[in-house]
């Protein structure tokens, strides 16, 4: 190739690029200011899911909601997936790529707060959306709508679904979606979380495994037959006494915990029932796997040694997060090109009224207008996100629904999440989860670099769901 070939080839490349780079900023613009338009539609959808905080596998109206909006934006529905009532799939499109986009929808039990900036219960011991997941949701939803119309402009071939997935709140919806192979053809799962800063997360989460341990001993008057009983509640506490003292000598990183769920009636009778429910965690499944074991010895052990009989019920299981990189670069991008917001004069007087409530090394005020550089290492927290990252190439970030500086499952994260900081915040999510989907159907390089990494990281690791054939819990919130 001489030089004058050679230079206009680089022009015509360049030109092509930069046309290119025109057609995206087109695109992009588009799709930011539609839902820009259809955003108090959104915070309206968010709110009602807020009121109705409906816990695991008992959001039947939020679920309904989610579908119905999904419905009339030209979505096919398929409910009831995965032997789960409310868990849903809704379609839009046709063949390959598959991006899926994920929602979730349930509250927390006893965490009812209004949405204002003090601890005021709306309703005595009931539920509240201490984690966000009413903008989740909608977001979600907001989201896949968005491609949905990008798609059906028919410049790209392809097929955009939401997720409808219930009780990520310790039901591990997702775990049984999954089992069901509702993600078998998906070649990208998009997703982001509720949060007091806009961020994109490269990191892992903790395996979590969960369990109720009951045991079963034989009454007896306390006082005039103790011989003749053998107590249940010595077998919860001779299992907690067992475990306590392994802390010392499981990796440290380790978290382990438990509440008694029943320790008997009455101090006069013998307890011939006690339970204990347990959590265990650890940032690899693979050596949580070794630290269950241990703990399921000392709880047979405890049952040996009081004379009474145990069985536990796996409640559930989820793995750690397997982040993929070639994803989050690409949410990256989008994550900047919607960047944060400001506050109104009004949500500024809530947030300052909420600070004072809030302990810790609290992240500046108006971090809510910047994009925080990505999280990474160990984020402390469980999801069931973690057992679909190691069956599809998996992305998340952050949206700051919450003020600076709040933890999840507060009283502040359920006020903030009621009002406009958190729809404000859930819109920064629904733009960066779409530009994100739009950008993979674009670009045709994303999705195999992102598959390669996957591979890589898998080793060759074969996903197993640790709940087995257990049918989901769908009673484990009554
Ligand atoms: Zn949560
Ligand atoms: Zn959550």
Known sequence: MNRVSRVLVFSLGFAGAAAAQARKSTWADAVLTDLDTKAPGYATTAKQIWGFAEVGYQEEKSSALLQDRLRSAGFSIEAGVGEMPTA???????????????GEFDALPGLSQDAVPMRKVLVEGGPGHGCGHHLFGTAAAAAAISVKDWLAQGKRPGTIRFYGTPAEEGGGGKIYMV??????DVDAVVSWHPGDLNQVTRATTLANNSAKFRFHGVSAHAAAAPDQG??????VEAM??????????????ARIHYIITSGGKAPNVVPDFAEVYYYARHSDMRVLDGIWERILNAAKGAALGTGTTMDFELVNSVYNVLPNDALADVMQGALERVGGYAYSPDEKAFAE??????????????ETTRV?????????????????????PTVQLSAATWVPGTPAHSWQAVA?????????????????????????????AHLPKARAEFDKRLGGFVYQSRVGDRKPPLDYRR
């Open 88 to 102: 849903f799939v809704a379609s839009y499109g046709s063949g390959k790529p598959v991006i899926a986009i994920v």
């Open 179 to 184: 089992r069901a192979g509702v993600f078998k």
């Open 230 to 235: 053998r107590s249940a509640l010595d077998g």
């Open 240 to 253: 907690n006494a067992m475990v306590n003292l392994m802390r010392e000598h499981v990796p440290q990183e």
């Open 353 to 366: 009224k909420i600070r004072p409530s809030l302990t810790g090394t609290l992240p500046p005020m108006d």
């Open 372 to 392: 925080t550089p990505p999280e990474t290492g160990v984020s402390p927290g469980s999801t069931d996100m973690g057992d679909l990252s190691w069956v599809v």
């Open 416 to 444: 903030a999440g009621g009002m406009s900081i958190g729809s404000k915040g859930m819109m920064v999510a629904a733009k960066t989860m779409a530009l994100t989907a739009i950008e993979l159907f674009s670009n045709p």
